[in-house]
Structure formats: C-alpha cells, structure tokens
C-alpha cells in the first residue's frame, strides 16, 4: 500500500473521462484501509442507511439492533406506534442494552451497572442513585434523522440529509413495485442468515446489479436445475426459474441516481412465481404496467450505500455493515407479501434457500467470486477495473420502459451485460467522499 | 453396545467418511428416495426456526433428488465455490440410538467439522437428528436435520462443510 489517500488526491480514483470513451476506478478503492475510514466517516456516518423492515418491529416494545457504520443503534418501537432509534450504549459505560439482536423490551435496563430506560429513551433509573443527579442529562441519544418508505426503514447519523422520498427518488417504485403486493404490505419471514465476507462492501454492491456474471458464474445453478427438472421434479410453483439465468431474455440496467442502480430480466416461467397467484388482484388494484413489471421482471434494486432488494423468483432484502475496506458482513432476510397462501409462502423460501444463501447454490459462488476479486485487487501492478461495457448504448433519462412504469433515471441501457451503471454509483460515491454532497 | 448400536454408529461414521472422501454417489445411497435433509437457520441468538415449510432454512431438501442436486453442483466442476474443492474431516461422537419400532429408529449425534480451503482451516460443529428406517434389511436415513451450531457464516457451506 502506498499510504493514505488524501481528500485532494480522491478524484484521481475514480477516471471518469465516458467522452473519451473510458471510465475506470482505481482498486485501491477496494483495499485501503484510509479510504474505508473515509467512507466510515463521510458515506456512513452522513447518508440515510437502511436500519430494518417495519414488520421487524411490529409492536410497542420490540427492538431491532444494528448498525448504521460501525456505530451500534437499535430502532425501538414506541406505544403510540411511532419509532424512535438510539444509539445503542448505556449513557453510563456504553454497555449494549439489548440482550439480543430482535426483541421486546418496554423498558430497557442496562446488564452492567443496572440504569434503567424507557421505551422513549428517558433514563428513568439510577441504582444507588446520587442526591441531586439530573438524570435526564442520561437520556438515550437518538440518531438525528429516521424515516420509513413504504415500510422500509432508514436512519442517519446526520440531520442534514435530504427528505427520504427525495433521496430514494427513481428508486421509489423500485421499493413499490415489492410492497404493493399486498394490501397488508410486506413481513419478513423468520430465520435470517449472516455471512462474514472476505471483501469490500463495494463488492458486494457491484455484484447485486450485476447481469453479466450470471451465464457464467450462476451457468451451474441453471445446469443443475435443468438436470433436476429433467427428473420431473419441483413441478409448478415449486419450480425454481433457470430461464432468466441462461440469458437470451429481455434486460435491462439503470442508474438510479444518488449512487441507486437497478437491473430487471425478463422471467422465462412467471407462473412458477410465488406472486403469480395473487395476478387478478393485482390488475385490480394496480395500474397494469406496475402489474406487468411484477409480474413478469426479475428486478434487483442496490440503495445506496447499504440494501439490495432482490424481488426474483424468490424476494430479498440484503444488508451490509462494512467492517473494514477488506471484509463485509450481510444478512440476508427473506420479505413476503402478507397474507399469501402456503402454498407460495412456502415455494418462495424454497426458491430462496436454492438461490440466495451462503448454503444455496448460487450465492455462495458469488461469495467466492467476490473474494477472489477482492484479492486480485491486492495486485497494486495491475490498478484499474474498467467499467466501460456499454458506452455506446447509454440513454439519458428514462427509456420506454422507464417512463412507462413511471421513474427517472439518469442513465439507462438495454442490457444487463452493461456496466455504465456502475458510473453513476462511483459518481455519488466520489461525491460523498468529498464532502459535495448536500442533498 | 447392543447389534442396533452399531449398526446406527457404523452407519453414522460411514456418511463423515462417506463425505471426506468424496464418495458422493454412495454418500445419497445412505440416504431413502423420500429422504428429508434439513439445517434450519437460526431464528434468534438461541432458537432454530422449527417449521422448515414456512421458515427459512439454510439448507431444506425434501427428497433425494436434492441431494442429488448438490452432487450435480459438485461433479460439474462448474461451480466457483466448490472449485477447488474444500478439504474437510468429520470426527462423529456422542452417538445415542434409539430403540428399533416397525423398522425405523431415531439417533443423535454431535459433529465437529474441521476444514481447509481458501479462507485456511475452520473448525465448526454441528447436531445430528437422524430418522433412520429399515429397507430390505438394510438402515438407511429417512430424515438429517442437522444444527449448525454457527451463525456469522464463514464461507460458501455445502453438504460436505455440515
Ligand atoms: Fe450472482
């Protein structure tokens, strides 16, 4: 490593010159552990950073730790229904004060010296407490700003972010186009998984938009499925689609903005899809080009900096909490539309165990994909990773399917092969690292 | 140890064996046509989810041929995560049999797994639940649920990491 990156020196890692022709990104981005500070500090620690799901916590009480950064917060919900979200540290030594990960707690009394809280975040209990304490100097310190979109929840450490809505911007019908599936909206299903990663969250976020490795590192999913069906197995809704994975459909990718992307392929067997039953509804409801896209698009959605959203043959919400320029951690939670039948309640998880875990059959060879990118970018000799496929097929603005379902990208292609989606991502990136980013 | 201890022990060991060795094809032989193979994720710090239709599960088979299907992945030498393959050992212990009613017999056993591949050596641990059922005399496996005791995952898992 040749040292740390000065603030000065950051435009220099990212070769934005599309009019020539060439876009590129130093791989230090990837390893230099001072970057990662920086983006601890200035991405972080200053952007909307997705916290959980509303159905997480659901009722007055329950609690849902996690981190915004490297910062542990946990979202409390109140009983007026309202959520409130804290630092998670006792105000006395910074003990932790909730005993797991997703609980119920009305108030929460810290394990290590016994001080006790509301559920507003009042410290309203001092063991042995001092004549003349001010106890209300010890009150839960809440993060500045919290908003939910369509039951999804976002925090910041700052209070000078943009109105949600206006920092999802085209992202939003990305997120409604999975929440609308049900009038009584989306839950996440029990049980979750977290895999520790041997690679930059940046990784991670390329690799959740990215078509062009799909007929080759996912080729094997799509053989061993075609090889199972040839068995006569996992018939109709139990089937898990390979179609979409072996190419040759309609795609499509989009830069969102504010660091946003999205990608969509055609699905092959829509009628295998745990959705496809709820499809009379949904045209009753719904206008019929949001219906059309549920239906029948396979659409992955990364928000900035921290959530992909994976509405596939299975649906996904997947979370990042970077713990160093070379490891990330992501949990992955299965989200469902409320109210479906068992029926596809249950092939959808089966359609996510095969896909989508550490143990499934396709993310874990992303997994191992990702970690040997990460460690080719180690070779300082060889420093560039181009991200120029496409150049010549880019729309600015929305295209026909965009401005038909209703979004404004910046930039879109016809093709998820393409990597120009990926500017706008390392745009915002350089951007926030540099501090010029105000909403 | 009764006839019927051994049998279930010998039958257990065989599969780590089976595994570490890379008999794949003798490996599903162990196991029924309509056999359940199954490792529920966790739930919370200390529960498993306990309904593997409609939970999440790391891995649920529900026949054979899902285990086929991971052989399949495997064999094609296709896949990035099992290329090059994981070296591991399974060291079986602990295991406690049941009696023999209408020719099937349920057994417990502990597993420590320990690995070597890209990310070094790992060591891990799991439970075995075994339903075991007699077919033409022979025991064979009708249901693993296996518990990982592991959460924060560390690298791809497959059938031979378990
Ligand atoms: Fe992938």
Redesign the pocket.
Known sequence: MDGSILTDNLSTLVDDRVDEGMFRVDRSVYIDESIFEQEISNIFEKCWIFLCHESQVANHGDYFWTEIGRQPVFVHRQEDGSLKCFINACSHRAAILTPFRQGNAKTLTCRFHGWTYKCSGNCVGIKNEEDGTDRSRFDLREIASLASYQGFIFGSLSADVPALDDWLGAAKIWIDLMAVQSPEGLEVVPGSSTYKTDGNWKLQAE?SV?GY??ST??RVFAHTIAARESKGEYTGIGKTESGRISGGVPTASYDLGNGHMAIWAQHTTPEARPIWEARERLKNELPPKQVEWILTKGRNLYIFPNVMLMDNPSTQIRVMKPISANQVDISVYCVAPKGESTKARAGRLRKFEDFYLTAGM??S??LAALEDTHEGSMARSAKWSEFNRGLKSITHGADADARELGFEPQACTDNWNHEVLYHGFYRHWLRMMKGEFQG | MTDLQQEVTNLIYQEATLLDRHHWDEWIDLYTEDAVYWVPSWANEEETTDNPEMNLNLIYLRNRGGLEDRVFRIESRDSYASVPLDRTVHVVGNVLTGNEKAGEVEATANCIIHSYGKKGGLTRASLYDFKLRREDGELKISQKKITFIDDRLEGPIDVYHL
């Open positions: 690799n990215d490795h799909v590192v996912h396709a993310t060879d992303d």
